[in-house]
């Protein structure tokens, strides 16, 4: 037996400490070092003023487990230089931009270190080949599309206590984090463009005084439903979508009139979507179009896409543009290639390469988007993109009745990520180059480490952030089949 005595704990639960944050972790939590070296995470209530790091705390030790503690924030002893003044005014309560107090250079580096570190840790990559990360070339006003919520309980901030500054049975905005029953009410939204905004002020208010109830996710009564807008970047049209209980026209037309006369000919299009379902959601069941047409045209390098109320369209118009051109240059495609496009939605990557392919296969499981895929190479004169409604679990299979055997893969799956037996799939088609877009950097690493385990080299990384202010982060990866297999 040693003769060493074991080394007693030095940390009790409840005591007080002090730590300085170094690294966001999963969920809302943040990362600190202990003096020793122990590794700590720190959390705190929804209605405590965001944290960034470099911020030194006092915490409360709530858990203490074998090789880290957990913490729970009491009180911010010294700022960090890495904080920014938050633009919106409603920050802090609305849980959108969580990112918005810390400089933009530092939310990059952040965001680049959590697709890194998920490479490594989850993926087994031990030196992730990365190029420079690309930012978002508008940091506010950069959505292409915004949504809020009517709600009839208001959630109330704390420069709202006075008594009738605003209706507590009314409230249009986003979901108060956590609580499903109550809306913070939004008077802008900054990383919306100003049309959008406008358009937000003039539906309250016509709303507000219509006499019609907003929703009630309680007992599921109530008209006014949501509020959804659309604008083009590279066209300026707008879209302003009105997600109602039922369809009443001597209320809604006015309302489109009321538009009409504020935004002009930048409002392309009006329509009103109606649905009876409980769930709280902006799919209509039926849709009647108010006015103008039912579609906003947009451009994605050359090529133009309509964009219906429901469409599937990549939200930051500008930063796609960036994102899809580090696909293709990944790609190293010149002209000879056939591409297969995986998980393509509406065709927006095939479509956006297809100048620079022999061809271009898109698959994908939902018919829908599968039809305004074909649509969208029609109207754009593409010739040589087809689009396939296929399940990527069985895509080996089904590619054997057309005989073609893919150059380059282009791969961007949900975020959830890809089914391993879709993953199987695809490698066994034996392409030489593989580019997996991700939005979900545990997601790229999974799948990732199953390519590497099959003889891909992972050979350069690229994030691309497509989400100012949010912890969200969009990447690129090349893998390239060994040639030793």
């Not at 984090?177 to 208010?205: F, G, H, T, W």
């Not at 997600?243 to 009006?270: I, M, R, W």
């Not at 990557?349 to 018919?367: D, N, T």
């Not at 969200?472 to 090349?478: G, M, N, Q, R």
Request: proline share 5%; with cysteine; charged share 25%.
């Amino acid at each position: 037996m040693s003769d060493e005595k074991a080394q007693p704990n030095p940390y009790k639960k409840g005591d007080r400490v002090i730590v300085t944050l170094s690294d966001v972790a999963e969920g809302d939590k943040l990362f600190a070092r202990m003096p020793d070296g122990i590794s700590a995470f720190l959390s705190r209530r929804v209605s405590d003023a965001p944290l960034a790091i470099g911020d030194e705390v006092e915490a409360e030790i709530i858990k203490i487990k074998k090789s880290y503690l957990e913490l729970f924030f009491q009180r911010l002893i010294k700022p960090s230089e890495l904080r920014s003044d938050p633009k919106c005014e409603h920050f802090g309560a609305c849980g959108g931009c969580k990112w918005q107090h810390v400089k933009y250079d530092e939310q990059v580096k952040l965001k680049e270190k959590k697709v890194r570190d998920a490479l490594i840790h989850i993926g087994g990559f031990e030196t992730p080949p990365f190029e420079e990360p690309i930012s978002a070339p508008l940091i506010f006003g950069y959505r292409n599309k915004i949504e809020f919520s009517f709600c009839d309980k208001r959630f109330t901030l704390p420069n709202e206590i006075e008594e009738g500054r605003k209706s507590l049975d009314f409230a249009l905005g986003f979901h108060a984090p956590e609580r499903y029953d109550k809306v913070i009410d939004i008077n802008r939204c900054e990383i919306a463009s100003d049309d959008m905004s406008r358009v937000l002020e003039i539906v309250k208010s016509y709303a507000m005084n219509s006499g019609l109830k907003p929703y009630s996710t309680k007992d599921h009564t109530g008209f006014w439903r949501h509020l959804a807008m659309r604008k083009a970047f590279h066209t300026g049209e707008v879209m302003v979508n009105l997600v109602t209980s039922e369809y009443l026209p001597e209320v809604l037309e006015p309302l489109a009139k009321l538009l009409v006369q504020s935004l002009g000919q930048n409002l392309a299009s009006v329509v009103c979507n109606v649905t009876t379902a409980k769930s709280n959601v902006s799919f209509g069941e039926s849709e009647y179009l108010l006015h103008g047409k039912p579609f906003i045209t947009e451009k994605l390098g050359n090529y133009h896409f309509r964009i219906s109320a429901n469409s599937f369209f990549q939200t930051n118009t500008l930063g796609a543009e960036l994102l899809y051109g580090v696909a293709e240059e990944f790609a190293e495609i010149s002209g000879r290639e056939t591409v297969f496009d995986f998980y393509s939605g509406t065709g927006s990557i095939s479509i956006f390469i297809s100048a620079r392919c022999k061809k271009v296969i898109g698959v994908e499981l939902i018919e829908s988007s599968v039809n305004d895929a074909k649509a969208n190479a029609e109207r754009n004169g593409v010739s040589n993109a087809e689009f396939f409604r296929w399940d990527m679990k069985d895509v080996r299979d089904v590619l054997k009745t057309i005989q073609i055997t893919p150059d380059v893969i282009i791969t961007d799956p949900p975020r959830a990520g890809m089914h391993p037996n879709a993953v199987k799939s695809m490698i066994e088609l034996g392409s030489q180059r593989i580019v997996y877009v991700s939005c979900n950097p545990s997601s790229l690493a999974r799948d990732g480490k199953l390519l590497a385990e099959s003889g891909y080299k992972l050979e350069k990384v690229r994030a691309v952030d497509l989400f100012p202010h949010t912890n969200h982060i969009e990447s690129v990866a090349l893998f390239r089949k060994s040639n030793e297999n």
